[in-house]
Every structure is written in C-alpha cells, then in structure tokens.
C-alpha cells in the first residue's frame, strides 16, 4: 500500500510537468516488462495509445519552448494534466475500497495541480526575459524531470515521493515569490504610467 500510494504521488508530479511524456513512459515500461500496471490501466501500455502519447509528446515538446506560446499552451493543459492524473491515480488503486480510489484520485490530481501551477508561475517569471534560452532550458529540464520521476518512482517509490515532497515545499516557496515579484512590477509600472500622465498633464496646461 505504501509503495503503491509512493509511485502514485510520484507518477502525479510528474503529469503535473508533461503529461504526455508520464504516460509514455508509463507505457513503455510496462511494453518493456519493467512495469506491472494493474488492469485498470492496461490501456495506457497499448501500441495506439503508446502512439498517441509520444505524438503529443513530441507536439509539446517543441510548443512549450516557444516564449509566450508557452503561457496558452499551459494554461490550457490545465484540463488535461490534472484529470489524467486522477485518472491515472484511480486505475492504479483498484484494488482498494470505493472511497480509498477517490482519495488517491483526489490525491493525485491536487498534487498534479501543484506541480503544474508551479511550473506555470516560473514560466511566467521567465517569459519576459529578452532571450529565449532560458525558457528553453526550464521547458527542457522539466521533460527531463517528467521522465526520469516517472521511471524512478517506479523503482524506488518512497524516496522518489520524498523528493516530491521537497519540490512541492519549494513550489509553495516559488509561487509565493513569483507572485510578489509580479506585484511589485506592476505597481512600478502603473507608478510609472501614473507619472508620465502627471507631466503630459502638466505640459498640456
């Protein structure tokens, strides 16, 4: 049970980051026999869905590179990376009661939601950086992230949940940065705005 819950929590960080490239890697393990999913989830092992998966992967692998692009294209997956990792977390779970599923569906999905919102907030701290490097270095790391928790959670469940559970930690830490930093730019930019209107003012008098 503790494993499995491990693995859960893992595998939902990691959709929180790019879904399409936990379920490919979910799928591949399991084709590969590294990886015993349960029958609730067998789908996600199937060449078409294997397919599907590495399709989008490939998609927004270069989509999530592309500055401001990248903003929509999260905000949008928001509907697709937080309800397929309850999904996930509630296949995995079918042998346990009715109400366990739920929780680990629910459990799943806020953690999926965690890693995406903090995903999106350092995104939009990096975005209006001059150069695009940086948002493709952060975009590239975070597949890299994706892939490598996913198949580490699958082979050691606890401490892969422990990082998780730093990263959430340091996620609260960042958003919470992020949005005072965002404050403070837009309060100097309507100061700013607010002063040139003083003098456009004063000079039209």
């Known amino acids: 049970m503790q494993q499995l819950l491990a693995i859960v929590v893992g595998a939902s960080f990691a959709a929180g980051l790019n879904v399409y490239a936990t379920t490919l890697t979910l799928g591949l393990l399991a084709q590969a026999h590294a990886l015993q999913l349960p029958p609730a989830l067998h789908a996600v092992q199937t060449w078409p869905v294997i397919a599907a998966s590495g399709a989008l992967f490939t998609l927004e692998f270069v989509a999530d590179k592309i500055p401001v692009f990248d903003l929509l294209w ?12 309850a999904m996930l977390s509630y296949g995995a779970t079918q042998h346990l009661s009715p109400v366990a599923q739920i929780a680990a569906a629910a459990l799943g999905g806020l953690i999926a939601l965690a890693s995406h919102s903090g995903k999106t907030a350092i995104r939009a701290a990096v975005t209006p950086s001059p150069e695009p490097f940086s948002n493709m270095a952060l975009s590239f790391s975070e597949d890299v992230a ?5 198949w580490f959670a699958t082979r050691h469940p606890v401490i892969a949940a422990i990082i998780v559970i730093i990263a959430l930690v340091l996620i609260v830490f960042a958003i919470r940065w992020v949005v005072r930093s965002l404050k403070r730019l837009f309060s100097r930019a309507r100061a700013r705005f607010q ?11």
């Open 146 to 150: 994706a892939v490598s928790l996913t």
């Open 195 to 205: 002063g040139d209107k003083r003098r456009s003012d004063w000079v039209n008098e």
């Open 74 to 85: 999260n905000a949008l997956h928001t509907f697709v990376r937080v309800p397929v990792a």
